[in-house]
């Protein structure tokens, strides 16, 4: 991400406060409301996130920087606890759970994380089918997405 002018990052992080409010509240992303939220004019908004997807993209990455430090503290002996905390953040956080199972990413960055994350599960899916706990077919891909079809369903 580039540098921003210091009036160009305090309205950043206002539309990401405003959005968190707004979809905390189980409201929809919609840019023109969130820019009444966060009190910038709608352009501002745009400047920002040119979609409502890279806005809602932006919005989760920290929860996939929370899935990297849970799977990589995994062993093999931990899949079930690695699976319901999974589970729970996207049960958490509707955002996350729409953007984890989309098919195509809006933003480079967040397509580098969801791939990040399905090495680290393929990594925790192998040490469990090496210690036998496993079958084989099972893939981090179809992990991830059943999960998100529990979270979803939740």
């Not at 967040?110 to 469990?128: S, Y």
Request: with cysteine; charged share 20%; aromatic share 4%.
């Amino acid at each position: 991400m580039t540098l921003l002018r210091s009036d160009a990052a305090r309205n950043h992080a206002r539309i990401l406060d405003a959005a968190r409010r707004l979809t905390g509240n189980g409201e929809p992303l919609a840019l023109n409301a969130v820019a009444r939220a966060a009190e910038v004019g709608v352009g501002t908004v745009y400047r920002h996130f040119a979609t409502t997807a890279e806005l809602e993209e932006t919005l989760v990455w920290d929860r996939f920087d929370d899935l990297a430090e849970i799977l990589d503290g995994a062993g093999p002996g931990q899949l079930e606890r690695v699976l319901t905390a999974v589970f729970t953040l996207l049960a958490q956080d509707p955002v996350f759970e729409a953007v984890t199972s989309r098919p195509q990413f809006a933003l480079e960055q967040t397509a580098a994380l969801q791939q990040a994350l399905v090495e680290r599960l393929t990594e925790v899916l192998d040490h469990t089918r090496a210690a036998g706990a496993l079958k084989d077919g099972v893939d981090a891909p179809a992990v991830l997405m059943l999960m998100c079809g529990l979270a979803h369903s939740a």
